[in-house]
């Protein structure tokens, strides 16, 4: 016993030597080891960034276009509010080491900053936020002498009365705290600067920005790889041969790709090279594990040491984890959140949702998705690699990823192991011994060799166990000893079944089937898994059923039973799952009811789909009555007839509007189910809706409730309502951004009724930017309006596609005159139209489709100054092109599909002056399809012309009777596509 004593002794030991070693080498003292956010300092700070204004703008790299917009914002007039409220906050937002404090340096010199600002103070604040400190370093460098002032109240009247009457630029470089109380008092004491006076804010977290009232936030993105490049070689290259220097470029460009846009890692990466005079020296630093290298975690970990120091115990615990993902790894947040919760970091969702949001705003990740229906949602990120580096270097005696250039693989004492299948033939077997202090096992696409049942006895400790993608066709029963599991994730493997024992483990949280398309059926003792909270079967299609047992599991509060193609029925007793909060049914085609116990979820937040049905046992619309926490999107599917009393009072019964958090809705009508008038409009939708589908309506007249109550509603998609011969009053909707409109085969009028407003100085449509008709083959007129004294039409308009409306004749001026992007395709008649009106002068982008005249409309090449791309297809009928040349912006021009084309010759310049340029711009030019096509005339530019000037890139496909290529082009390209184009001779020289 003694000896064991004094064996845990020496481990200790030597702990406390290795803390204390890095506690020196990070220069870190006890005050910033223990700080959290809501801790205090003494008076010795953390390594407080010191500053030089004298910065040199040709050493930034990538920055020049977010300098241009930091200088616009603060040179810009704010209006009435800056006298009420004192100068506008400018925040730029970013990850430690991305360049905010050196933008915001180049901002500051900048000629036309120093001219704007009577004074210009930059304050380093950092953390803590001192008060006093930084009201004296304020005061002091107005003054430009020290002061003896120590009060707050003092100094704050002397910062006040210094800069009233000046316009002034006042920087705080890395600020912290979140607490307003403290930012406040200073706040007040600047509102006596004359209008224009502005305060710039670099921080590492969005809430500082938000506290301190910013007016703009500049979210920093990274630089290039090439930029990256450019940066660490003017640190690694100073007084190097240039011999030398091109000798590593290849190297260092490798090298430069790892810092993946972080400027602080190239600048680090560059004066770790520097000394590094050899290719075999930056050889081993590209393959070198960063967080190994001492000299690179002594320059840039302390900058995220910083971040990391201010987080609470809790956020470091679920930061540091984070290691165990590959790099560049998409992380579900919903997912991470149950992983924290199986390693008992949180104990609910919501308190884990919370912890990420704390360090998402503090830069810890990066590159969100967000739910389309809540922005404030994040649904994956991914981490930086260098913020990724610092985690497996805080963990690297915990967490551990077996790669393929493992050999000798070191399990004891790790807590974290992460195992992905490499293409090598490693076994685990001499190490079984030493896994049982593993908490997580991540063992991605393993073989069933490699998932040895000696290796899930050995697993004694483990809480995760992450098998996705395994080959395993079934558990070893030996998973039933695992007494201490909560996760298990076995998606998209070959897994058929899961062994009884499984429902052996008491603390079991999650079960991830996902994918999992040979699985067939859950154990039927499921249902002792009483801890269980996730269960997700979605695209196992061989699930027909779930067992009765599923339904005693109180704590479940996820099944997600999403692309089940099999699933023919949910169990009845699914009312008993009273923590249920997301039911995901979508995608599931032969699930056609909805068990009366489904009425019964009232804490449901999300259900994807609800299926109307009127036979026996079967779901009435009543059902959803009490289910008003619904969020998100919700599908409606009517598999039945619904038009008489009963169906109408069903309609009530479901209180739609007053589920005011679904955001999203749609109604699907099976082919030949009738619903009546009356009962849609029954199903009036909560007046917070924002985007509404109908599809395959059947119905002759539109609900009334489309345009009088939904006024937050942004997108409209209307989808083969063929019996409606008319659109309802869709102007009247003041939120509506984008109407799509298909197969309205009964439409033969768009008159003012559309417009739904008459009133003079009213505005249709306020907020319409995309409109789109598709598969209207009866549509002949669109009336146009003369806006001058009426009304206001479409102000906000931008794009407009016609397609298959074969008999529209005319598009009204109104909306031509305001478009960027117009696509009209096989709408023969109105492509002839168009050429009487005047064009839309401020167009980016055209495409002109299925065109079944002879001529193109002049308006192509008259009027069209900023085009940029250009689209001609099937224009079956043309032997020839317009002056396309003339186009002084077009970057991009397609021509597909001509078949009457012969001759490409000087009409397609569009010039002849001497000196002119004919397409100034164009960088990529395609024909395709133009079967017919021989000859394209060659120029001598020399003292005439000039051709394509920007020309990179050429597509020649399917010109089967081209003989030769201009040489002007050729000369100038970076690409050249030639496909199926036989007769074609391309002289090689040029």
Known sequence: MHRDIAKKIKELDSTLDRITKEKDQFKFDYASITHTSAASHSDQELMRVTTAFDVDASEI???????????????????????????????????????????????????????????????????????????????????????????????????????????????????WTEQDEKWNPLKNSLKDGLPGSRILVTSRSERVATMMGSVYVHQLDLISDEEAWLLLSRKAFPGRREEDCEKLKDIGQKIAQKCKGLPLAARVMGSLLRFKYTEDDWQNVLDNKIWELDEVVTDLFPHLYLSYNDLTPKMKQCFSYCAVFPKDYEIKVDKLIRIWMAQGYVTMESKGRELFGGLAMRSFFQDFEKDDMDSNIIISCKMHDIVHDFAQFLTKNEFYNIDQHEDDVRIKNLRHLSWQ??????????SVRDVGKLRSFFGERLSPEELIPDLFNGLKSVRLLGLRGCKLRELPKEIGNLLHLRYINLSWSNVEKLPDTVCSLENLQTLDLEGCDRFSRLPDKIGDLSQLRYINLSYCEQVEELPDAICSLYNLQTLDLGGCEGLSRLPKGIGNLINLRHLNIRDTYRLEMMPLDIAKLTQLCSLGEFKVGKEKESSTLGYMEKLNQLKGKLSIFFLCDLNNTSDVEEAEKAELRMKKHIKGLSFHFREGVDVGIDVMEALKPPPELQTLQLYEYRGTHFPSWITLSLHNLRILNIDGCVNCSSLPPLGKLPSLETLEIYKMKELRYVGSEFLGVAEVGAVAFPKLKQLEFHHCPEWEEWEDFKEEATIIIMPCIKELVLEDCGKLKTVPQYLLSRLEYLMINNCPVVTVGVDALKPPLELQTLELKCYRGTHFPSWITLSLDNLRILVIGEYLNCSSLPPLGKLPSLETLFIDNMEELR???????????????????????????????????????????????????????????????????????????IDICPNLKVNRSS
């Open 421 to 430: 299948n490499t293409g090598r033939n490693m076994n685990l077997t001499a």
């Open 61 to 175: 790299q990538g920055r020049k276009s977010d300098a241009s917009a930091l200088i616009s914002k603060l040179l810009e007039n704010s209006g009435e509010d800056e006298a009420r409220n004192g100068p506008p906050v400018i925040s730029i937002v970013g990850t430690g080491g991305i360049g905010k404090t050196t933008l915001a340096q180049l901002v500051f010199g900048d000629e036309k900053i120093k001219t704007q600002f009577d004074e210009r103070v930059w304050i380093c604040v950092s953390d803590p936020f001192d008060q006093i400190k930084i009201a004296k370093a304020i005061v002091e460098s107005i003054t430009k002498s020290s002061t003896d002032l120590s009060q707050l109240q003092l100094l704050l009247e002397k910062i006040q009365s210094i800069l009233s009457g000046k316009r002034f630029l006042l920087v705080m470089d890395d600020v």
């Open 903 to 977: 001759y490409v010759g000087s009409e397609f310049l569009g010039v002849a002056e001497v000196g002119a340029v004919a397409f100034p711009k164009l960088k990529k030019l395609r024909f395709f399809m133009c079967t017919e096509w021989e000859e394209w005339e060659d120029f001598k530019e020399e003292a005439t012309i000039v051709i394509m000037p920007c020309i990179r890139e050429l597509q020649l496909i399917f010109c089967e009777k081209l003989k030769t290529v201009p040489h002007h082009l050729l000369s100038r390209l970076e690409s050249l596509i």
